[in-house]
């Protein structure tokens, strides 16, 4: 398994396998929650709900432009000729017919097109937020089993294995005894392991589904349309 790990590792960072790195032993603990609110960063930062933020906005835009175009487009021109045996500058209007045309059709459709992405934001945004909910409480529940495990049962066998030696040193070994205080406390230290895992990949679950924090200019771009979105 460590060798399929460190395999991984250097497949993901584009090295060979046979390429010589070392792992510090250390455990990563991406950052949550976020300062500025889960739910905030979720609406700022996550990058699916943005993709139906800018679809929304193109549905806005698409919108306006069929409002405007409403409205008769009128053509000016300009030319020289003669009128009345007299050389004048000449000016033009033109309107097209109907005259009113206001274009309700095509508004119509925008307006639909507009709804269907209001719409799909705000699904987009409750199915990621259920989701962020659902990984909140998972990492809670695992926080505190792991806690439980590091404070009340590792100490424990510590003590039982630290007796057992105790009577060891006397000269009176029992093996049974023995074996099953290293196993049990062997099966603890791999479970707090397992815990620490799951703990460590549901948070980066949870910090991938937030997004990747942005800087200030960004942020004041999309904290305009939070409101739509809640």
Not at 90 to 95: A, D, R, T
Request: proline share 5%; with cysteine.
């Amino acid at each position: 398994d460590a060798t399929r790990a460190r395999q991984a590792i250097l497949a993901l960072l584009g090295l060979p396998a046979t390429h010589e790195v070392v792992f510090e032993g250390t455990t990563f603990q991406p950052p949550f929650p976020p300062e500025d609110g889960t739910e905030a960063r979720l609406i700022r930062c996550n990058t699916e709900i943005a993709v139906e933020r800018a679809s929304y906005e193109v549905a806005e835009q698409s919108l306006r432009l069929e409002v405007r175009r409403q409205y008769p487009d009128l053509s000016i021109g300009a030319g020289y000729g003669r009128e009345s045996g007299e050389d004048r500058l000449l000016l033009g209007l033109s309107i097209p017919v109907p005259l009113w045309n206001r274009n309700q059709g095509p508004i119509a459709e925008a307006e639909a097109a507009r709804e269907r992405a209001r719409v799909s934001v705000e699904t987009t945004f409750e199915r990621l937020w259920a989701r962020c909910a659902a990984l909140t409480t998972m990492l809670e529940i695992l926080g505190e089993q792991r806690a439980a495990y590091e404070r009340d049962l590792l100490p424990m066998l510590d003590e039982q294995a630290a007796d057992v030696e105790r009577i060891a040193s006397l000269g009176v070994v029992d093996v049974m005894v023995l074996l099953e205080t290293v196993t049990r406390r062997s099966e603890a230290l791999e479970r707090v392991v397992e815990m620490r895992l799951d703990e460590t990949r549901t948070r980066i679950e949870l910090v991938e589904l937030l997004g990747p924090d942005l800087d200030e200019d960004d942020h004041a771009m999309s904290s305009s349309v939070e409101g739509d979105v809640r």
